[in-house]
């Protein structure tokens, strides 16, 4: 294995869960959650935040982690630890507990796959390997999204005024949103915002946006029989002709397409 990269030591899929078994609790290896669907905040040391879909928690060993469900929860919870020591960039990668993943639909897919591994139930060599993988991939993203941004400050807890933004995004993402109005309403030029944003969550105000509404038209695409339109209106979307050309971008697959594949 490439130095530098972390050794899965055991991983397992939560679903739906409105609390956890432990408010809080600290580990002997490093931990990483991973949000499919949901919402919690937490507190590693000083710092203090919320994390959903696109955001990674990791936990150092040892640290007390303390995580409270906000929103019914989804989450891939990995242990893993390195076979050369701490790797020298991790503190630098790590600096901030919770690191943003833009990429949608590669982040997607990992979950995916994590998801089916765990639900083999196998602990073989095999199936072990397969998760190493994903968990590899999703570590690629980590140092990807550090290195283009190596100035940037990964949590959001250092702006308070945009943590701000973030909640009326997330609350309104169901709705028509202009990000200049967004400005307008929060004092700001849409430039000041994007910049400011971008500094918080590594993502453009609409990127972020963007990735809500998927996350949210992949889950009524699977839950409900509605129509791609009747979807579109749940999303913030005007149609579902919007709502296809999004989706398709973000995940690869056209919702219709999506929505066949993931069904069981």
Same mark, same amino acid.
């Given at each position: 294995?490439? @130095? $530098?990269?972390?050794?899965?030591?055991?991983?397992?899929?939560?679903?739906?869960?409105?609390?956890?078994? *432990?408010?809080?609790?600290?580990?002997?290896?490093?931990?990483?959650?991973?949000?499919?669907?949901?919402?919690?905040? #937490?507190?590693?040391?000083?710092? *203090?935040?919320?994390?959903?879909? $696109?955001?990674?928690?990791?936990?150092?060993?040892?640290?007390?982690?303390?995580?409270?469900?906000?929103?019914?929860?989804?989450?891939?919870?990995?242990?893993?630890?390195? &076979?050369? $020591?701490? %790797?020298?960039? =991790?503190?630098?990668?790590?600096?901030?507990?919770? /690191?943003?993943?833009?990429?949608?639909?590669? +982040?997607?897919?990992?979950?995916?796959? +994590?998801?089916?591994?765990?639900?083999?139930?196998?602990?073989? @060599?095999?199936?072990?390997?397969?998760?190493?993988? *994903? =968990?590899?991939?999703?570590?690629?993203? /980590?140092?990807?999204?550090?290195?283009?941004?190596?100035?940037?400050?990964?949590?959001?807890?250092?702006?308070?005024?945009?943590?701000?933004?973030?909640?009326?995004?997330?609350?309104?993402?169901?709705?028509?949103?202009? /990000?200049?109005?967004?400005?307008?309403?929060? $004092?700001?030029?849409?430039?000041?915002?994007?910049?400011?944003? !971008?500094?918080? *969550? &590594?993502?453009? %105000?609409?990127? #972020? =946006?963007?990735?809500?509404?998927?996350?949210?038209?992949?889950?009524?695409?699977? @839950?409900?029989?509605?129509?791609?339109?009747? /979807?579109?209106? !749940?999303?913030?979307?005007?149609?579902?002709?919007?709502?296809?050309?999004?989706?398709?971008?973000?995940?690869?697959?056209?919702?219709?397409?999506?929505?066949?594949?993931?069904?069981?």
């Amino acid at each position: 294995m490439s @130095s $530098g990269l972390p050794e899965i030591f055991y991983h397992v899929y939560w679903s739906k869960k409105d609390k956890f078994l *432990y408010e809080t609790d600290t580990y002997v290896t490093w931990v990483l959650f991973g949000v499919e669907e949901g919402r919690f905040e #937490y507190r590693i040391g000083e710092d *203090y935040g919320f994390a959903e879909f $696109g955001d990674v928690v990791v936990c150092p060993p040892q640290v007390a982690f303390y995580r409270n469900v906000l929103e019914s929860l989804s989450f891939h919870s990995i242990t893993f630890t390195f &076979s050369d $020591g701490d %790797p020298q960039q =991790l503190q630098h990668l790590l600096a901030h507990r919770k /690191i943003r993943l833009p990429q949608i639909r590669r +982040l997607s897919e990992n979950y995916s796959c +994590l998801r089916q591994a765990d639900q083999q139930l196998s602990f073989s @060599s095999d199936n072990q390997k397969l998760k190493q993988h *994903y =968990l590899s991939d999703l570590w690629l993203m /980590i140092a990807q999204q550090a290195s283009e941004s190596p100035g940037a400050d990964l949590s959001l807890e250092k702006d308070e005024f945009i943590r701000n933004v973030e909640i009326f995004l997330h609350n309104h993402a169901h709705e028509a949103i202009e /990000i200049r109005n967004v400005a307008n309403r929060f $004092g700001m030029t849409p430039v000041q915002l994007i910049r400011r944003f !971008k500094n918080a *969550y &590594s993502v453009n %105000p609409l990127q #972020y =946006l963007t990735s809500i509404r998927v996350k949210q038209a992949s889950r009524l695409l699977l @839950s409900t029989e509605w129509t791609l339109d009747v /979807i579109a209106g !749940k999303c913030g979307y005007e149609n579902g002709f919007y709502l296809s050309r999004v989706f398709r971008k973000a995940m690869g697959v056209s919702p219709s397409e999506f929505r066949k594949q993931n069904r069981y």
